[in-house]
């Protein structure tokens, strides 16, 4: 059975109301995926070098899909504008979520994984892959199977349930106050606000009602739509 013939099987049952009952062979194929997509990030970068032309493409066609693959994969530092411009997978069929522009960060993308898109803050100075201090970022799943089967959802050993001003449902460790889930009530969707040390209750459920789609903005035209 063929990666894609699996994924497709089971979002059809997700739509249908029944889960796979595949926890362990879903989440591989996740793994699967992002491995085959880093496969590609180094293949495109062995090939940007070979100048054999194994796929007949010239070397400035390799390096702009070799950019595009880095960016899918969360490895590229983007600014708000070539963030609203940054295509998702077609795999995706939901929206990315942030918390608005903020004054002198920057960002990366990462939508490798099916059912699951984030868009990473960083601070002047910080990195991509921080080991110290990670980075405020903000996830969104398709929905709550996909949230339930990602590597880090949220565990919460003192789980707080309350409702925003939007209606939408938080969920956060009162112990730990470094992550809110936001199960939001005009979708099916999901949000994981991560943040990169304590923060307050109040901050999780001001950001919780400042959350908004990426713009999506067209790199031809420079109009954006949400």
Known sequence: MSLTFQYLKNRKAISHGKEPGLHGSHYFLFLTIDALATFTIVLATMLSFSGHGVFNRSAGSLVAS????????????????????????????????????????????????????????????????????????VTVYENEMFFAQAPHPLNAEAPVTMTNSRGDVLTFDAAKLVGVKVSLSASSEVVLIRYPEPTSVATMIKDSESLMKVPKKNSAMGEIKN
Do not use: F
Request: charged fraction near 15%.
């Open 66 to 137: 070799q950019k595009v693959y880095l960016e899918h994969a969360g490895a590229t530092v983007l600014n708000v504008a070539q963030l609203e411009s940054h295509v998702p997978l077609a795999m995706h069929s939901g929206s990315r979520y942030w918390l608005g522009a903020r004054n002198g960060y920057s960002y990366t993308t990462k939508c490798t994984i099916p059912g699951e898109m984030t868009v990473t803050y960083l601070r002047p100075g910080e990195t991509i892959t921080d080991p110290i201090n990670p980075p405020l970022s």
